[in-house]
């Protein structure tokens, strides 16, 4: 195995956060069971069989649960030069990986402007609903917006100051 075999802490960790997914967002755990090893895992690049290795799991699993969070943005994957396999590591970079992704609200809004449309004929009070879904969801694209560049303005800071590693 490549690095250090995992330590009981970390396993621990990455079940709590698997149960914490499961949870909270509806995954299946080894999801987070995976992403919780690679928070904590040295080093931060695995392979699919070292995952399989550590987390006592089948590489099936292993797999199912990165295609998740490579849908969410989550994780990188690389290859080095002469290796036969690929290597994936945690990668918070996107706006989806930081909930910052402003399209799902974009997307609520839109339908729920089409509900209006087919109950355009409509009393008041069958259109109100899908009237506050439109604008709550414009309100939550605005105001992640700005909350993305306060988050941005703040890390800065935390980073200047050296309170956040670069």
């Known amino acids: ?55 006592l799991a089948s590489r099936s699993a292993i797999t199912g649960a990165l295609d998740v969070l490579e849908r969410l943005h989550s994780i990188r994957r690389s290859r080095a030069a002469g290796e036969r396999m690929d290597r994936v590591r945690v990668d918070f970079s996107s706006a989806q990986a930081r909930g910052f992704d402003v399209t799902e609200y974009e997307e609520l809004a839109e339908l729920a402007r089409e509900g209006l449309e087919v109950l355009q004929d409509a009393p008041p009070e069958r259109r109100t609903p899908l009237a506050e879904m439109a604008v709550f969801a414009d309100w939550l694209v605005e105001r992640t917006r700005v909350l993305q560049q306060e988050w941005e303005q703040h890390r800065a800071a935390l980073r200047a100051s050296g309170q956040l590693p670069s």
């Not at 949870?23 to 928070?39: D, E, N, Q």
Request: a negative charge.
């Open 1 to 55: 195995m490549y690095g250090m075999p995992p330590r009981d802490e970390e396993l621990t960790f990455a079940d709590h956060l698997g149960r914490f997914y499961a949870r909270r967002y509806g995954f299946p755990p080894m999801v987070g069971r995976v992403l919780g090893y690679l928070l904590v895992c040295a080093p931060p690049d695995q392979s699919i069989a070292e995952l399989s290795d550590a987390l």
